[in-house]
């Protein structure tokens, strides 16, 4: 039963681990049921290439390569493993600046996805969950408090949802990773708290989801993204939410998922969403994908949730 809607491999992403084959057996191996595949979409300003990527020779050209290997790639793993695991095609956008889109924009008339996350790294064009010095650059570009670059990044966020309505909205607060207080109260900063408001009522008023991300438990904070209080505040406008654990190697895999049931549990999460591929189209950007609910109560009975799982921490 379990599932998850976001996921990377070291073959097509510099800061992962492992072939994305390997990741897919090693998904089948924990009893999965789906996979969604979301590598990187390609970056086309060579100022916003990530020094592994510089230093590995790659170029804005080999990005665009890169990806379009991925996706041929993702397509013949979801085929040849269609018995054992649905597999849903998709990718993870890097939205850096408003000409973003027409990369977006591009990428979906080129290729058949299922399925898309919309995620923000940057603020101000500069990575904000990379490492310490890029967040103080991008926090010192904003104003110099956290409260500042938080708001910053919800309006960019907002940009993003407008422009792309992704079906799957990813790590909504990744903004407080390398923040002075990761796990403080984002309800402190009613400047924050009402753009957070407004854009989780952005997204539920198309049909977006957000996801329950266990990448922030590997990365030392206490609960998955999104916060608590975000959750809830999500479910008072009726959103819906999907399971991932931003995996960047088989050691990620399935990584937090019992902590993150814990996490719903207490939170009032009663159901999740599971993308398949079936005769249902759910959005008709992407055909013959729809979403199945599944009870929190009964994923937290299944197998996999019943032994600790340990993964080493990663960048991403």
Avoid at 50 to 69: K, N, V, W
Wanted: proline share 4%.
């Amino acid at each position: 039963m379990p599932f998850s809607h976001h996921s990377h491999s070291g073959q097509f992403c510099l800061h992962a681990n492992d072939d994305l084959e390997t990741i897919v057996k090693t998904a089948i191996s924990k009893g999965m049921e789906t996979l969604v595949l979301t590598e990187h979409m390609p970056r086309d300003q060579e100022t916003d290439l990530y020094p592994e990527e510089i230093e590995a020779g790659r170029s804005t050209d080999s990005l665009f390569e890169t990806f379009d290997d991925y996706y041929q790639e993702a397509k013949r793993l979801q085929s040849s493993y269609s018995l054992q695991i649905d597999i849903l095609v998709g990718m993870e956008t890097d939205w850096i600046r408003p000409a973003s889109e027409n990369i977006i924009g591009s990428l979906l008339a080129k290729y058949g996805f299922d399925t898309v996350v919309g995620s923000v790294h940057h603020v101000h064009g500069i990575p904000i969950d990379f490492d310490r010095t890029t967040y103080e650059r991008a926090r010192n570009v904003s104003g110099g408090t956290d409260e500042k670059l938080y708001t910053d990044y919800y309006d960019a966020q907002l940009k993003m949802l407008e422009a792309v309505r992704p079906p799957i909205v990813g790590h909504f607060d990744v903004i407080r990773l390398l923040s002075n207080d990761p796990d403080a109260s984002l309800k402190k900063h009613d400047v924050v708290w009402s753009r957070i408001s407004r854009n989780l009522s952005f997204i539920s008023s198309y049909g977006g989801m957000l996801e329950i991300n266990t990448a922030a438990l590997r990365k030392g904070m206490s609960e998955p993204y999104p916060q608590g209080e975000v959750c809830q505040e999500f479910l008072t406008m009726n959103g819906e939410f999907v399971l991932s654990d931003d995996s960047h190697g088989v050691g990620q895999v399935g990584f937090g998922f019992k902590r993150a049931v814990e996490c719903m549990e207490g939170i009032g999460i009663e159901t999740l969403t599971v993308l398949q591929r079936g005769p249902v189209t759910r959005d008709p950007r992407f055909p013959g994908v729809f979403g199945r609910a599944v009870l929190v109560k009964d994923l937290a009975k299944h197998a996999f949730f019943q032994t600790p799982r340990t993964a080493a921490s990663s960048r991403s």
